[in-house]
């Protein structure tokens, strides 16, 4: 006997239906050919991709200038890419664009030629960081302000915030003529932007273009929680974008360095937390509680694997493994 939902008098719950999608960053494979890292895209049950533009990466699958300015060679590219089923949903530039002096000056072009890609390429998504500026404006280094004692680190964000505006709403009317519809921040330390309260407020003051990349896998090292950043984010509209990265803390070293100051490749041993394959620092039940979260507030974009594993034999087991762990976690 079939039961018809129309026979109760009480709402019955909707099937999702736009779930996330299982996708790849593509820079975890750096020395393998473009094409041959779709074949394994392909294998892995990857639906869509998020491609390195510059910045901080050498960009190993993607040429810049050639796609700027060549039609055949962007079409080329794009057909590599949709002949295997798969989506160019994103291209990513984590660059410092704001950054002092001669270290960074590439980076602010590399943003911008980001944004005029995209158009190009027909992509509406750009995942990006805020970057961060020096302390002041005579300053050739970096300064993360993480306390406001002494009282004169206010002075510095001032400064840094005033920076930060100026060019992201430059940046933003560009992206906006270019077509793109979110730029996504990563949550990454050393940058303006790496918590909820900062990308609301350069959201507020630049417009809700900007969003947040949530990136688990920082947030647990710098030690908030992004399952309640998820759920506040989404209140808001502001995730735009979601990376597929777990960090494993080893408390008896972080009780004793509360911030991460060994060297960043250093021996994972020595180290207060490590990147790992997603689902090797926190269990399924985290995971699923994470994407479920997710849904709940209507977040409908990929799920993009960014794998760095210093104990895996190598990227691309750990990103074959993150793979198959996300597509039992996955709400899809």
């Known amino acids: 006997m079939s039961i018809d939902p129309k026979d109760f008098d009480m709402p019955v719950a909707s099937f999702n239906p736009n779930p996330m999608k299982l996708g790849l960053f593509t820079d975890g494979l750096p020395d393998m050919p473009f094409e041959q890292v779709l074949d394994e895209a392909v294998k892995m049950g990857i639906q869509v991709l998020e491609i390195a533009t510059g910045g901080y990466s050498c960009a190993p699958h993607l040429d810049m200038e050639k796609l700027l300015h060549s039609a055949q060679a962007r079409k080329?590219?794009?057909?590599a890419i949709e002949s295997r089923g798969l989506e160019l949903y994103a291209l990513n530039c984590s660059a410092n664009a704001i950054g002092p002096g001669e270290r960074?000056?590439?980076?602010?072009?590399?943003?911008?030629?980001?944004?005029?890609?995209?158009?190009?390429?027909?992509?509406?998504?750009?995942?990006?960081?805020?970057?961060?500026?020096?302390?002041?404006?005579?300053?050739t280094t970096l300064n993360w302000v993480t306390h406001t004692f002494p009282p004169e680190m206010m002075d510095v964000l001032k400064y840094q915030w005033g920076v930060a505006?100026?060019?992201?709403?430059?940046?933003?009317?560009?992206?906006?003529?270019?077509?793109v519809e979110t730029i996504a921040l990563e949550n990454h330390p050393m940058n303006l932007v790496y918590n909820v309260p900062t990308v609301l407020k350069l959201r507020e003051a630049v417009g809700d273009i900007i969003g947040l990349n949530l990136d688990p896998s920082h947030v647990f090292f710098m030690g908030g929680d992004p399952l309640a950043m998820a759920r506040e984010l989404c209140k808001q509209k502001a995730v735009y974008?979601?990376?597929?990265?777990?960090?494993?803390?080893?408390?008896?070293?972080?009780?004793?360095?509360?911030?991460?100051?060994?060297?960043?490749?250093?021996?994972?041993?020595?180290?207060?937390?490590?990147y790992v394959a997603v689902g090797y620092g926190h269990d399924a039940l985290w995971w699923k509680t994470f994407f479920a979260t997710l849904a709940e507030?209507?977040?409908?974009?990929?799920?993009?694997?960014?794998?760095?594993?210093?104990?895996?034999?190598?990227?691309?087991?750990?990103?074959?493994?993150s793979a198959a762990f996300l597509k039992e976690t996955m709400l899809s």
Not at 76 to 79: D, G, P, S
Request: proline share 7%.
């Open 76 to 79: 080329e590219f794009m057909q």
């Open 104 to 139: 960074w000056a590439s980076h602010a072009p590399d943003v911008m030629n980001t944004f005029r890609l995209a158009e190009l390429l027909g992509v509406k998504h750009v995942v990006a960081q805020s970057g961060l500026p020096a302390g002041a404006p005579n300053d």
């Open 165 to 179: 505006i100026d060019f992201w709403s430059k940046a933003a009317d560009l992206a906006k003529s270019c077509g």
């Open 241 to 274: 974008h979601v990376h597929g990265k777990d960090s494993r803390i080893n408390p008896h070293i972080k009780g004793l360095d509360c911030y991460e100051q060994g060297i960043y490749n250093g021996p994972a041993i020595t180290r207060s937390w490590n």
């Open 297 to 321: 507030g209507d977040y409908h974009g990929p799920v993009s694997i960014e794998v760095e594993d210093p104990l895996m034999p190598n990227n691309l087991i750990a990103i074959q493994k």
